[in-house]
């Protein structure tokens, strides 16, 4: 299994651009995180979907931040319009629901924004 | 808020056995003990969970004691790749469902040479 992909693996921009990350979650999988982390304030849970339908979104900090799943195998965080203080590391993750609490994360996607 | 006390760092030597432990004294009985750990640019990867037995894989044993206030993560044969920020984080039973997982600052785990 590939694991859960992440794309770009690292994305510079300049303040006010729109930011698109991607990520495929592991076959199969219901549940799928976004996480972010910062060195000022860990790793935080963004929002979760299960079975493509968003599920908890408290954890996304501006209305300049949106996510989608359009289908079981992809999903989208999107930054507009991007700030230097979005500079992160944007985790996905993914979970198989009906077993245990186990979430399979991707290698991260590291976001500059300038 | 994490529900959690982790030491911020820990050293270890190459092939001993690394104890890292964890507080979770407001633990309620439905809550799991979960350990991951974060390899330096990567993401989480899951070691080891359990409720109120000790636990032991391929990777680890998880010791819990006996009031469930605090639980101890064990690589029994530390090598460099161990060299890990280790997150210990309490869960509730999801019932098959998911919820997302509070991150503490976990601790820093160095294997020396």
């Known amino acids: 299994d590939a694991g859960v992909i992440q794309s770009p693996r690292h994305e510079v921009t300049e303040m006010g651009q729109e930011v698109t990350l991607r990520c495929k979650p592991i076959s199969g999988h219901d549940y799928l995180f976004w996480y972010r982390q910062t060195m000022m304030r860990g790793l935080e849970l963004l929002i979760y979907f299960n079975n493509n339908v968003p599920i908890d979104d408290s954890g996304m900090p501006e209305d300049r931040f949106s996510a989608k799943m359009p289908n079981a195998s992809f999903s989208t965080l999107k930054i507009q319009p991007s700030e230097p203080r979005d500079s992160a590391v944007y985790f996905c993750a993914s979970k198989l629901s009906g077993g245990e609490d186990t979430q399979y994360f991707g290698p991260g996607t590291r976001l500059t924004v300038l | 808020d994490a529900k959690t006390t982790q030491p911020t760092s820990m050293d270890c030597a190459e092939g001993r056995a690394a104890n890292l432990p964890c507080n979770h004294s407001t633990i309620s009985g439905n809550e799991y003990v979960y350990w991951y750990r974060q390899i330096h640019s990567q993401g989480p990867q899951y070691i080891i969970h359990?409720?109120?037995n000790n636990e032991t894989n391929e990777m680890a044993s998880l010791i819990i004691t006996e009031d469930r206030k605090s639980s101890t993560l064990i690589l029994p044969h530390a090598t460099l790749r161990d060299t890990a920020v280790y997150y210990c984080?309490?869960?509730?039973?999801?019932?098959?469902?998911?919820?997302?997982?509070?991150f503490g600052k976990g601790t820093h785990l160095i294997i020396q040479p």
């Open positions: 359990g409720l109120k």
């Open positions: 984080i309490v869960l509730p039973y999801s019932g098959g469902g998911a919820d997302g997982l509070t």
